[in-house]
């Protein structure tokens, strides 16, 4: 059984900064690509960014020189530094990454629960 926790949203003003982490733990063999998707109500989850078992990364235009992910193998951890944060970046954040769980296996994807960020004066 896998599973991908969450931590770190919260309120914060315009212009400030939030860092979400996210561990993962269960059983796993090995850890692909990592991610963080955004969820508004009504709307379609989206992709933020990514980042590959090697540490390519991947962003979405809207947070591109605002947002950084990065991962820490070791620890099977991924993190979303959130700066500049704006009213628009308002959104319930998911953790996600393609696992396997025994050697040559196949990867499945998992989630997160989900943490809200809010960005308000």
């Known amino acids: 059984q896998v599973q991908l926790v969450e931590s770190g949203g919260g309120l914060v003003q315009p212009g400030g900064s939030l860092r979400l982490s996210c561990v993962v733990s269960?059983?796993?063999?090995?850890?692909?690509?990592m991610a963080w998707y955004r969820q508004v109500p009504g709307k379609q989850r989206e992709l933020v960014a990514d980042?590959?078992?090697?540490?390519?990364?991947n962003y979405a235009e809207s947070v591109k020189g605002r947002f950084t992910i990065s991962r820490d193998n070791a620890k099977k951890s991924v993190y979303l530094q959130m700066n500049t944060l704006k009213p628009e970046d308002t959104a319930v954040y998911y953790c996600?990454?393609?696992?396997?769980?025994?050697?040559?296996?196949?990867?499945?994807?998992?989630w997160g629960q989900g943490t809200q960020v809010t960005v308000s004066s």
């Open positions: 269960g059983s796993i063999f090995s850890i692909n690509t």
């Open positions: 996600n990454a393609l696992i396997s769980s025994i050697r040559f296996g196949h990867f499945n994807n998992y």
């Open positions: 980042i590959s078992s090697v540490g390519s990364t």
